[in-house]
């Protein structure tokens, strides 16, 4: 019986620290959603155009290259993102809008009574 707790105990352990391994890699990432575009390949159907990553780290490249943030990616376009980088919080919700919590009466176009 004691070996069963030492086991579910080593068994637990082992997967909090994968779960504390997965947040740091996660909080540690670096822009996941930034993808280099040429400005000039927009297409109304498409978005961007993804071009070498290369092609923004440089002013000498060949395309009108900058950083495009967010978006769904489709083969090698990319459309829904912005030029913007967005700004990191440390709370509220991913699109950049924080949580709001109203009390009574905090609805909109409410009257006082």
Request: charged share 20%.
């Amino acid at each position: 019986m004691a070996d069963t707790r030492r086991r579910l105990r080593s068994g637990t352990v082992v997967l909090g620290g994968m779960g504390l391994l997965a947040t740091a890699l996660t909080a540690c990432s670096s822009d996941p959603d930034k993808r280099c575009v040429d400005r000039d390949s927009y297409h109304l159907a498409k978005g961007y155009q993804v071009v070498s990553d290369k092609n923004c780290k440089t002013t000498k490249a060949s395309v009108n290259a900058d950083w495009y943030y967010g978006g769904r990616k489709k083969g090698s376009w990319v459309d829904g993102g912005s030029f913007t980088k967005p700004h990191r919080s440390s709370g509220g919700s991913s699109s950049g809008h924080g949580v709001h919590r109203g009390g009574f009466g905090g609805g909109h176009g409410s009257s006082g009574g």
